[in-house]
């Protein structure tokens, strides 16, 4: 088998947000379009990214129409900012909405027409401006990937836009930046790194340079963030949580995911509720579902969460997907998709959204249709 | 602390090698410098690699005229025969003194001048133009690595050559190619990437990143270079050193190097002695110079070389030492620098170079000339 791994050029340490415009200049940008997010901007990172960019003598524009969930209509927008105000390069800054939506105008701004047109793998032929990300949460892991997933709400679906081209050229992670979320947002952000970094390890496209990454986000989560929920200023679990993210990002980016994530896009495109929560609560369902797939893998995901004492490789997996459920109940996750506000969902249409997204094709276990209504029943209430 | 670490695309796998015009094609080349050397050549994996290229429907243009420890006129040799071929991509194909110059080559056809004007850190600023790599040993990590190591004749001196543009933009690794190397060569080279996995690993620009592409790269060696060694046909051995390379080069590539290199590079520079046995009989007496610089470092390195059984830290250290020594012994590395022709040595002018070196600059341990010039002694017989 032929495994392949990408990555951007990473900056990674505290406070390395002030080497923004340093690193712009670098790749010879003179114009940024800043794509930030309203909370962002309040916490203050925004203008510190700005004050890096103009220090280094650079222009900028700043767009930052980004929700939660973002769709087509704010990619178009972020698309005419660029143009109009004559930009040449990127900045992403935000969570995985921002960061995603940055890369779906840079897109669209090199290579035309709608974001809607690439929608899938492997559709962006020409290359795109200068593209940097400071990501604000560690969750999202978008900061290195080779993914961009944006709301198409005519089909109300979560389209997975997946290329090289999406992979940044620099990634810059400070972990400083994560000391202004809530408790809320580092528990559910940190459960979708922790979900990135389990889908990439039992991933059918796995390898070995995907393994070390997804092992130490793994490692490093199980024993931060629950640290990291408790205080929004332990410098160390935030140092732990971004590296953590950042390497569940570098794993998925290149080992893919599976049932989790495509069924959590199912629900995404039609429901605007958090993608971090969203997955932990399908997390241990899925991860009972897949577990005959990969029992040796599940069991090494047993031993790093800490749940086992030893024993044969099922009670170890067993005693994972237990010990997963554990730090979700410890960090306040929601435990159902009716508790999250979730009503009257047409699973069967749900389950057949996601049994095309491009994240099921590399889940562990075959899956069928009834297997997807099956889980989504279970993960319900 | 920030730190960067930056990587080519990989890919790696069996029969990878076939993938190499494609590549080429995707950076959009058309006529390829093939920098290969004689040994390798011979082999055929020269001639694999050009009909890849020539199936791609792309032109080539071979300079194959290496040699070990490659120096200046060599550069300025194939710079000249990529100009007269009208090339507009470079392939290097082979060990790491055929990877090393067809980066130098790169150098100069894009930044003009001689490759000595590019000695040191960071000199290099045009771009290159696409440059692939495809090592045939698991040793130099070069298709991954930010170093090109060219000897200096004039000066008697290896420079060493540290920038971002050396990273190549695709490396190429390909298990199978290493089946036709010796049990000598692979026994080299393999102590070769285990120098770079200890060293990146004390080093004293080690980071998260680094380290656990050095402790993999450790891992992996530890259990796969007897075998490797012993059969030029064992497929897992050969994928598992090919790994261990790569990664061992990821980490040094970002985390720099120590003593050892620095020292490996100034007798390197004199005396046409292979790097890899240098670097192993020096390796031992450097670790036991740096053990009070990181003994917890060191302690980790005895468990992964599988030498302790527990014990406190400094004991546990030691045994790491001699666990490297016996591994080196059992694959039939040479001792003593005397052994391999070292004749008349002047110890004092070849320490002062060594402390010149870029690599000595992060040596976990502060050293003096004096230091230098023990070590070298201790090494010589």
């Known amino acids: 088998m032929i495994s392949k791994f990408m990555a951007p050029e990473i900056i990674f340490g505290d406070h390395s947000i002030q080497q ?69 390069a ?27 047109n690439y929608e899938g793998v492997d559709h962006i032929h020409s290359p795109l401006p200068p593209v940097i990300m400071v990501p604000t949460t560690a969750g999202s892991g978008s900061e290195v990937s080779q993914f961009s997933i944006i709301v198409d709400p005519a089909r109300k ?23 202004t979320k809530d408790h809320l947002l580092t528990a559910a952000t940190g459960l979708d790194a922790i979900t990135h970094g389990i889908e990439a390890y039992v991933s059918a496209a796995a390898t070995p340079l995907t393994d070390v990454q997804a092992v130490n986000a793994m490692k490093l989560a199980a024993e931060f963030l629950r640290p990291s929920v408790a205080s929004h200023t332990n410098v160390e679990a935030k ?35 958090p993608h971090g929560e969203i997955n932990s609560i399908l997390l241990p369902h899925v991860m009972e579902f897949n577990l005959i797939a990969s029992p040796s893998r599940f069991a090494a995901i047993g031993d790093i969460f800490g749940a086992s004492a030893g024993g044969e490789e099922m009670v170890r997996a067993r005693h994972g997907i237990q010990a997963v459920r554990a730090l979700a109940d410890d960090i306040g996750a929601p435990k159902t998709l009716h508790s ?26 075959d899956v069928a249709l009834k297997d997807i209504e099956m889980l989504f029943k279970k993960a319900y209430e």
Chains 1, 2 share one sequence.
């Open 20 to 88: 923004t415009g340093e690193s712009f200049l670098r790749l010879g940008a003179q114009r940024v379009l800043v794509v930030s997010d309203p909370g962002v901007k309040e916490a203050g990172w925004t203008a510190e990214a700005v004050e890096s960019i103009q220090t280094s003598g650079l222009d900028y524009h700043l767009f930052s129409n980004i929700s939660t969930n973002p769709d087509t209509a704010q990619v178009a927008e972020g698309a005419a900012a660029y143009h109009k105000a004559r930009c040449d």
């Open 90 to 116: 990127v900045l992403g800054i935000g969570g995985g909405s921002a960061l995603d939506v940055a890369k779906a105008v840079a897109v669209i701004v090199s290579n035309g027409g709608k974001i809607e």
């Open 157 to 179: 679906k979560k389209m997975t836009i997946v290329s090289k081209s999406l992979v940044p050229d620099i990634a810059i992670v400070d972990p400083f930046v994560l000391m």
């Open 340 to 365: 999250v506000g979730l009503r009257d969902p047409d699973f069967e249409s749900m389950a057949r959204i996601a049994l095309e997204d491009a994240c099921m094709i590399t889940n562990p276990r």
């Open 239 to 273: 140092r732990a949580m971004a590296m953590a993210s950042m390497q569940a990002g570098l794993a998925f980016s290149n080992a893919i995911l599976g049932a989790v994530h495509a069924m959590s896009h199912a629900i995404g495109g039609r429901y605007a509720l």
